[in-house]
């Protein structure tokens, strides 16, 4: 029992702290460019999007990319309203992605320390958002998207197939295990993501746009990596005590 204890009281723990954190730099990094972009949206005469600063972090969606055009769709009322919504889904969502760190380190028995932790930070930042944002990169609002359904399928996909290949790289070192990872890394850009229909384009500036890939991608990194890094460390006290 105190072996799931553990990881319960880690990933909750854990969860709390990386999802505050980004929460803060999406309030002085993604948010505003978010803000901005619905400017331009809204001047197009599009209806505003559902988009909080929670779809761009490794919760980025750490969500599966979230992006529709719907008018009836409900939104948080921007300021303390909509940040609280985004804080309370950054932390379930750390919280989520900390339960399987946690629970993938110690099924792996070993006494890993914080070095450790961080490799698997940057596996997972790999995994659930560099891999994805190759077909899928982060999205502004009024930016044209295929249908949410068929973008959902290959970021989960994408996901999969890239956290397998990782996986047989890191722990099987003959060589078809090498050949099967790099067949499932590259599966999924081989069929290709999702495109939008032709004709569409984004609303706000690409200046802007880039601005917020890059944004959107480091906080993705450093919430990844505190993930990865807090997990262990954590972990390896709860065990010690």
Do not use: C
Not at 18 to 37: D, E, N, R, W
Not at 205 to 229: N, Y
């Amino acid at each position: 029992m105190s072996f799931f204890r553990n990881i319960v009281f880690t990933a909750v723990l854990v969860g709390i702290v990386g999802g505050v954190a980004v929460s803060a730099m999406q309030a002085f990094g993604t948010t505003p460019l978010i803000l901005k972009a619905e400017t331009y949206e809204n001047a197009g005469g599009e209806a505003p999007h559902s988009h909080d600063a929670a779809a761009t972090t490794g919760a980025d969606a750490a969500a599966v990319p979230a992006h529709e055009h719907n008018e009836e769709a409900w939104a948080p009322a921007d300021g303390f309203e909509r940040t609280a919504y985004t804080l309370a889904a950054n932390v379930l969502t750390a919280i989520g992605y900390a339960l399987v760190l946690t629970g993938l380190i110690s099924l792996r028995g070993t006494n890993a320390g914080w070095r450790e932790g961080l490799l698997w930070g940057v596996a997972g930042f790999a995994a659930v958002m560099l891999a994805p944002m190759i077909g899928l990169p982060p999205e502004l609002p009024g930016s044209p998207a295929a249908a949410l359904e068929a973008r959902q399928i290959w970021w989960l996909s994408t996901v999969a197939a890239t956290a397998g290949g990782i996986a047989l790289i890191a722990f099987r070192r003959e060589p078809w295990a090498i050949v099967l990872a790099l067949v499932l890394i590259v599966a999924p850009h081989v069929v290709g993501a999702p495109l939008p229909p032709e004709g569409e384009h984004a609303l706000a500036p690409l200046p802007l746009e880039r601005q917020f890939i890059v944004a959107a991608t480091v906080t993705s990194f450093v919430f990844w990596a505190l993930l990865g890094t807090l997990s262990a460390f954590f972990l390896k006290r709860f065990q010690s005590a």
